[in-house]
């Protein structure tokens, strides 16, 4: 079976800082590890997916997360926080042959203050 | 663009009313979803349906059912609405059917309050 833990619910940021978005998987054959952002009153988007190529894995708007398989980690990470960077994350599991079947942490909220 | 419409973005609706929530995609997708979201949890998915008038039980179907009568439209029922089933209700659409490719495209939501 397959889990999620998203190790923090809020993580407040100033603008210019690095974030760090801790997620931790479990799960019992190689998962695919996605992380989707989701900004107020919108739906979830894409943000990056490790599928077990690379283990630094880039995404969209200057996002990367590095797969540690010895940690079961998935850690988003992004050098300079941007104020348009405030919404939800949420980091999901999934396994193979589960034909989609996503597996979704419970979220963080991240709030970029000036 | 991919596109996911639902069609109601917010709805009030009474206690033992009947609900219906429609998503539409335009991508020819085989896949779709529906999850509930609420604050804390994730997103928790309801029911799932990988051709047409195929359905499966995600992780909490009790107290809804779906249809899936064309490829592109995927609707959620409340048979008889429930305080309890106040949530964001977020559709989705996958183009696989075998193996995983993991994105989901995603609607923008409902928003359900029942009073």
């Known amino acids: 079976a397959q889990s999620v833990t998203q190790l923090d619910s809020h993580v407040s940021v100033s603008e210019g800082t690095p974030v760090l978005l801790r997620c931790n998987y479990s799960?019992?054959?190689?998962?695919?590890l996605f992380w989707y952002v989701q900004h107020p009153n919108k739906g979830l988007q894409l943000l990056l997916k490790?599928?077990?190529?690379?283990?630094l894995v880039k995404g969209i708007n200057g996002f990367e997360a590095e797969f540690k398989k010895s940690e079961t980690s998935f850690h988003l990470t992004k050098p300079s926080a941007h104020m348009s960077d405030a919404a939800e994350y949420f980091c999901?599991?999934?396994?193979?042959?589960?034909?989609?079947?996503?597996?979704f942490g419970a979220g963080t909220q991240v709030v970029v203050t000036p | 663009d991919v596109k996911v419409t639902q069609s109601s973005r917010y709805l009030v609706k009474r206690t033992g009313e009947k609900v219906f929530l429609e998503c539409v995609q335009d991508?020819?997708?085989?896949?779709m979803f529906w999850y509930r979201q609420d604050p804390g949890l994730g997103l928790r998915l309801i029911y799932f349906?990988?051709?047409?008038?195929?359905?499966e039980k995600g992780d909490i179907p009790e107290g809804y059912s779906v249809s899936r009568e064309k490829k592109e439209r995927f609707s959620l029922i409340l048979e008889s609405a429930s305080t309890n089933q106040t949530s964001m209700y977020l559709c989705?659409?996958?183009?696989?059917?075998?193996?995983?490719?993991?994105?989901?495209?995603f609607g923008e939501g409902s928003r359900l309050t029942v009073l």
């Open positions: 989705a659409s996958n183009p696989s059917r075998t193996g995983v490719t993991g994105e989901l495209f």
């Open positions: 490790y599928t077990s190529a690379a283990t």
């Open positions: 999901v599991v999934s396994e193979i042959d589960s034909w989609g079947k996503l597996q």
């Open positions: 799960s019992s054959y190689s998962p695919s």
């Open positions: 349906s990988y051709d047409v008038k195929m359905k």
């Open positions: 991508m020819d997708h085989e896949n």
